[in-house]
C-alpha cells in the first residue's frame, strides 16, 4: 500500500467518524513523517488544499509543527532567536513525580528548585536539537549523579521551536564537567540516564 493509500485510508475513517480529531492527527501526522522531508512538505500541501476543512485543519496544524522541528534543529536559528542567552539565569524545579510526591520530587532533593547559570547552546549531532549548558550554583549531589553543571535537553511542539520560550520542560543530565563534544558522548546523554526527565525550567525574573 502506498502513502497517498494510507492517508486516502485514514480520511475515509475521519469522515466515518472512526477516529477523534486527536487521532486521526497523530495517525496522519505518524504516516505524513515516515516521508523524506520534500514528500512530507508535499503531502502536506496537498493535505492543505482538500475538500474537507477538517482535513484542512489538521494539515495546516501539522504544517506549523514540521516548521517548528526544522527550526528546532538549526543551531543558528536557535541560538539567535531563543530568549536563552549566555548569563541569564534559571530556575529548575519541578518533575515527572511531582505531584504524586506532594511537590518533593526525589531529583530536587528537598530543595524547591535549583538556580543555575546558562552558559550557551552546544550541538548534540547533525540534524538534532541543540543541547543547553548551564552551571547550577551548587553541586548536585544525588547517587549517580553529581556535578556542578547540567546538560538540559528539550524538544519543540505546536506552539514554539525549541528553546523558543522563557520557560518549558527539559531533561536535564547533570555532569561534573562539561563536555567539548556532545555528539560523540550521546549515548551516555541517553533520556534513561538523566536525572530528571521533565523537569521545568524558567528565566528567572530581575529582583
Not at 7 to 33: C, H, N, P, Y
Not at 38 to 59: I, S, T, Y
Not at 96 to 118: Q, V
Request: hydrophobic share 45%; net charge negative; aromatic share 12%.
Amino acid at each position: 500500500m502506498t502513502t497517498t493509500e494510507d492517508i486516502d485510508r485514514l480520511i475515509d475513517a475521519w469522515e466515518a467518524g472512526i477516529f477523534t480529531s486527536t487521532e486521526f492527527q497523530d495517525k496522519l501526522m505518524t504516516v505524513v513523517w515516515a516521508l523524506p522531508a520534500a514528500e512530507k512538505r508535499a503531502a502536506l500541501q496537498a493535505l492543505a488544499a482538500h475538500l474537507n476543512e477538517d482535513v484542512r485543519q489538521a494539515a495546516r496544524e501539522l504544517q506549523v509543527f514540521a516548521r517548528h522541528e526544522a527550526l528546532s534543529r538549526d543551531f543558528d536559528y536557535v541560538r539567535a532567536n531563543s530568549p536563552l542567552r549566555p548569563g541569564v539565569r534559571l530556575e529548575l524545579f519541578g518533575g515527572y513525580d511531582y505531584y504524586s510526591t506532594e511537590g518533593k520530587p526525589w531529583w530536587l532533593n528537598g530543595h524547591e528548585c535549583y538556580r543555575a547559570i546558562f552558559l550557551g547552546f552546544a550541538s548534540f549531532g547533525e540534524n538534532a536539537i541543540p543541547a543547553g549548558l548551564v552551571e547550577f550554583d551548587e553541586a548536585i549531589d544525588l547517587p549517580g549523579h553529581k556535578g556542578r553543571f547540567g546538560v538540559l535537553r528539550t524538544s519543540y511542539d505546536s506552539h514554539t521551536f525549541a528553546w523558543g520560550e522563557a520557560e518549558g520542560v527539559v531533561a536535564v543530565h547533570v555532569r561534573e564537567a562539561l563536555p567539548e563534544d556532545l555528539a560523540s558522548i550521546r549515548s551516555s546523554l541517553d533520556l534513561a540516564l538523566a536525572a530528571e526527565t521533565h523537569a521545568s525550567y524558567r528565566v528567572e525574573q530581575a529582583s
